[in-house]
């Protein structure tokens, strides 16, 4: 859960970053780009958080072994 918070940190970073960039292009305003970058990552990167989890409870028991996956292949 550690690694998941440190990656949700980093990804809020980045699209902050993104948020604010794309935002001052279009519109030219240092308050409209800081407020869109706030307020849409914010909620982006909860959803990002809870997706995540989901993705690594739904994926538990469901790989195929090395072998298996394998000889489906050559079948």
Known sequence: MTRDLAKTAS???VHFAVGFGVTYALTGSVVIATGVALI???????AFFFHERAWERWGRGKTVPAVAAGAAQTA
Do not use: D, G, R, S
């Not at 849409?40 to 909860?46: G, K, S």
């Open 11 to 13: 990804f809020a970073v």
């Open 40 to 46: 849409e990552p914010a909620v982006n990167t909860v």
